[in-house]
């Protein structure tokens, strides 16, 4: 039951936009931009994001060269540059929004580690080098083996090192959190612990159907724009839709004495990573030892896959340094049989933003860019 003062002044907004993950956040910040007077709403499940956006391991990243050889094995060259242009383009436009000290962004250097049975990928890098280069104007990938002892890794297990020239990292945590304030300072509400059930769009407006954490009925929220951006969750309000959740597990070691190296890591087409974070070693990924259990909306951890981490810890990135863990979580990504992500107008006034895959941090403002766009040529 509403009041007259509810009715008026709580339910209805020009926009609604469910998820306040990266993609959600940077839609309400450009339907601000198009429009300052118009009221946004961003509705969020969790009393914190609870996806993938507070959870990732702070890679402003594009693609190593393992992983492009990857996709090329299965994409054309023209999709595989059209993906890595949009991370690419993605990381400027979030740097756009928000400055690079306000994402704690740091170019401490990005590299991939190659093994004895992946070297030959090493062949193809001038390649890679050549499709990239017209858009980046320099060479993406060179080899640094010479830093390989440097950074404490056995010569014998690590057989090659490739430094990318065009990544960096992130500080997640303050990246969220200052992406949140902006909004907020932009006039954008923000309403936690409140789980979209369904909607409708009726022609002329969009019913919002949320949980009410204080009644039986849900309370339903009208909007005359509606913007789907909760990525891996999106399943129940889309169910025709390609989309399938994927967890990423992810572990953080206690500070370690002379850590000797910063910047971040990748190896194995980008199926694990690791970092440098104040003095510790965050690594996380492994997620192709168990695909099946790792497709769900499920947080819970995958004991298979944290002690193949611990593996890799001890056997590659840390062998001859003890370590403990200090804390281990996961993440909820959203896959599909394609690599590239859903944006479009879905019904009248329903816009999707949704499956940013492992490279939503890298793409997602581009992809609230692009369905602020759509919305902006219905009008
Ligand atoms: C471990 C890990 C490592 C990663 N590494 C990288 C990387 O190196 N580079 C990169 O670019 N990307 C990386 N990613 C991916 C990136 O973090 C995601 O693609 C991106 O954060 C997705 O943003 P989003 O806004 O689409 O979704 P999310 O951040 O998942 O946000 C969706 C939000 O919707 C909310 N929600 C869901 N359902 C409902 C509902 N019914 N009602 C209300 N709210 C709802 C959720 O609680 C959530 O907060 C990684 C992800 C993980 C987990």
Redesign the pocket.
């Known amino acids: 039951m509403l009041s007259i003062w509810e009715r008026n002044h709580f339910i209805h907004y020009n926009h609604i936009i469910?998820?306040?993950?990266?993609?959600?956040?940077c839609t309400a910040y450009y339907l601000k931009m198009q429009n300052p007077s118009q009221s946004v709403l961003v509705?969020?499940?969790?009393l914190l994001?609870?996806?993938?956006?507070?959870?990732?391991?702070g890679?402003?990243?594009m693609g190593s060269l393992s992983e492009l050889l990857a996709d090329l094995q299965t994409a054309t060259e023209e999709e595989v540059l059209e993906l890595f242009l949009l991370?690419k383009g993605g990381l400027e436009r979030l740097q756009s929004i928000l400055g690079v000290q306000e994402m704690g962004y740091k170019s401490n250097g990005s590299f991939e580690l190659f093994f004895q049975d992946d070297i030959n990928d090493l062949a193809r890098l001038s390649y890679v080098n050549q499709l990239l280069f017209p858009h980046l104007h320099q060479n993406a990938f060179s080899i640094c083996n010479e830093k390989i002892a440097a950074f404490g890794f056995e010569k014998n297990t690590v057989t090659g090192l490739v430094r990318n020239h065009c990544e960096g990292e992130i500080d997640t945590g303050m990246m969220m959190k200052n992406l949140i304030a902006k909004v907020l300072q932009m006039g954008v509400e923000i309403k936690t612990g409140?789980?979209?059930?369904s909607f409708e769009d009726t022609g002329h407006e969009v019913e919002v159907v949320?949980k009410n954490p204080i009644a039986e009925q849900p309370l339903i929220f009208k909007t005359d724009s509606f913007f789907i951006?909760?990525?891996?969750?999106?399943h129940?309000?889309l169910p025709q839709e390609d989309i399938a959740p994927g967890r990423?597990?992810?572990l953080i070691t206690k500070p370690i004495a002379n850590l000797p190296f910063k910047g971040i890591f990748h190896f194995d087409k980008g199926y694990y990573?690791f970092r440098e974070y104040n003095g510790c070693v965050l690594l996380?990924g492994g997620r192709n030892l168990d695909f099946e259990t790792e497709t769900t909306t499920d947080f819970m951890l995958n004991q298979k896959i944290q002690d193949d981490l611990m593996v890799k810890l001890q056997k590659i990135i840390l062998p001859r340094q003890p370590f403990e863990i200090d804390v281990r979580w996961?993440?909820?990504?959203?896959f599909g049989k394609s690599k590239k992500p859903i944006v479009k107008h879905y019904s009248k006034n329903v816009f999707v933003?949704?499956r940013?895959?492992?490279?939503?941090?890298?793409?997602?403002s581009e992809v609230a860019y692009q369905l602020s766009s759509i919305h902006k040529n219905t009008l």
């Open positions: 469910v998820g306040s993950g990266i993609v959600g956040l509705v969020e499940r969790g994001p609870s996806g993938a956006s507070t959870k990732n391991a890679f402003a990243c991370r409140c789980k979209v059930l949320c951006c909760n990525n891996a969750f999106a129940p309000l990423g597990q992810v990573y996380g996961t993440g909820i990504m959203a933003g949704v940013m895959g492992g490279m939503g941090v890298a793409i997602g």
